[in-house]
């Protein structure tokens, strides 16, 4: 059966901090990656789209990025981080076939003070 | 773009009946619903395809309008579980998925 791991759970990172959340799935090949971001009572904003490794989408620009150095690996980082960044960020992931549920990882509650 | 969700919150008692509607302004291929306890990861519901065709999940069911550009979902003789906040999805090509901005349930005894 496939998982998904995504960490850490909280983070508390001061603003002008680097960021780095990885989430990986096993179980599975050359899965969908996304990373969706949802401030406090908010929709699922998506931010990052990959198909296959290298391949990313950048949904919304800003200053947070995505890469996927391996086929089940999907990591979003930021070199500084803004207090607007603050919100629970959720990596997911789906088989390319048609009409594929997504699967979420428990998600990363991040607070930039 | 993100697909359009009303009401933004919805209060009822157990046993009530309620509504959830998602639209868009483009074409859609398929919806998906989740639900969404809070502080936890979105759970799948259902996935519909363009056609009118609707779906069941214990009591919740889902029906899509192709020509309205529009699916909506039925929380029936709710139940204190069903308590959450329900997004829909949107597929475009290459499977992306794309969410509303959710609607927050609460089902009180």
């Known amino acids: 059966s496939q998982t998904i791991h995504q960490w850490p759970a909280t983070l508390v990172q001061p603003v002008g901090s680097p960021l780095s959340l990885e989430c990986t799935v096993e179980g599975t090949s050359n899965p969908n990656l996304y990373w969706y971001r949802q401030a406090a009572g908010r929709g699922l904003q998506l931010l990052f789209y990959?198909?296959?490794?290298?391949?990313i989408s950048s949904e919304v620009p800003q200053n947070l990025s995505a890469s996927r150095p391996q086929d089940r690996q999907f990591i979003l980082s930021s070199k500084k981080l803004l207090l607007s960044d603050s919100g629970f960020y959720l990596c997911a992931w789906s088989f390319t076939t048609d009409l594929a549920e997504a699967f979420f990882g428990q998600g990363t509650r991040l607070t930039v003070v | 773009q993100q697909p359009v969700q009303s009401p933004q919150a919805v209060i009822l008692r157990e046993g009530e009946d309620a509504v959830i509607n998602c639209s868009s302004s483009k074409a859609l291929y398929s919806v998906h619903w989740y639900r969404q306890k809070h502080g936890e990861a979105p759970v799948f519901l259902m996935i519909l395809l363009k056609g009118g065709e609707q779906k069941g999940h214990e009591k919740i069911s889902a029906s899509f309008n192709e020509k309205k550009q529009q699916s909506s979902l039925y929380l029936t003789a709710s139940q204190l579980s069903y308590s959450g906040t329900y997004f829909c999805g949107t597929e475009a090509a290459g499977n992306k998925l794309t969410f509303g901005g959710g609607t927050r349930v609460l089902v009180k005894p």
């Open positions: 990959s198909v296959g490794i290298g391949q």
